[in-house]
């Protein structure tokens, strides 16, 4: 299996800043590589998909770079809403896998 | 917009089985294919397996094979998840969701279905 990696694990940062969260693959997954945001309570939804593409609705501040087995999220301006865990997901081998995840709070 | 909705709350014994489905509004799922994803109290997520219901082909993550089953309704517009033999461990809220068939990217989710395992 491929095994996802985050770092780091939680992170507090003030409103305004700038967040990056990192994701590393045990192997090569190209750019097959998701990224959820889950707030308590609630299904993930998709924030960036293929590493970089931003999913159609989710806000302009969320940026997602990377391939191979190197990738980030980068929140530009932190903001409120953004208080949630965040998930890397690879679908370049079965079974799919997912990073264990970034909780983001505010300072 | 096509909406997911999932059935409600299970609560079973250990060695029990429980099944959980996932039905599609205003749409069907014919051509995607539908995961199911679990979250145990406080912990991560968990890809558990998925079908593409056009073809019903399935495949599993190797930690179930043995006890899972996710199959379609003839309508394409229902998915169900079949977990066998439960254990404590497999209380979790199970969460289907939709995804393209050539790529697992999970654009749509159910609303999730809480399974409490217990004697």
């Known amino acids: 299996d491929i095994q996802m990696t985050q770092s780091p694990s939680s992170l507090s940062a003030s409103v305004g800043d700038r967040v990056t969260i990192t994701c590393q693959a045990s192997?090569?997954?190209?750019?097959?590589l998701n990224w959820y945001q889950q707030k308590p309570g609630k299904a993930p939804t998709l924030l960036i998909y293929?590493?970089?593409n931003l999913e159609p609705g989710a806000p302009s501040r969320f940026s997602g770079r990377g391939s191979g087995t190197d990738f980030t999220l980068t929140i530009s301006s932190l903001q409120p809403d953004d208080v949630a865990t965040y998930y890397c997901?690879?679908?370049?081998?079965?079974?799919?896998?997912f990073g264990p995840g970034t909780k983001v709070e505010i300072k | 917009q096509v909406h997911v909705m999932q059935s409600g709350p299970e609560v079973r014994k250990p060695g029990s089985s429980v099944t959980v489905s996932c039905k599609a509004s205003?749409?069907?799922?014919?051509?995607?294919?539908i995961t199911w994803i679990r979250q145990a109290p406080g912990q991560g997520l968990e890809w558990m397996g998925r079908?593409?219901?056009?073809?019903?082909?399935?495949y599993y993550a190797p930690q179930f094979q043995d006890r899972v089953k996710i199959f379609a309704g003839d309508s394409a517009s229902e998915v169900s998840l079949e977990l066998r033999n439960l254990r404590s461990e497999d209380t979790a809220v199970y969460f289907c969701?939709?995804?393209?068939?050539?790529?697992?990217?999970?654009?749509?989710w159910g609303q999730g279905t809480k399974v409490t395992v217990s004697s």
């Open positions: 969701a939709r995804g393209p068939t050539i790529a697992d990217t999970f654009d749509i």
């Open positions: 997901q690879q679908y370049g081998d079965y079974p799919r896998t």
């Open positions: 293929t590493a970089s």
């Open positions: 205003g749409g069907t799922f014919s051509a995607y294919s």
């Open positions: 079908v593409i219901p056009l073809t019903d082909a399935t």
């Open positions: 192997q090569d997954i190209f750019t097959y």
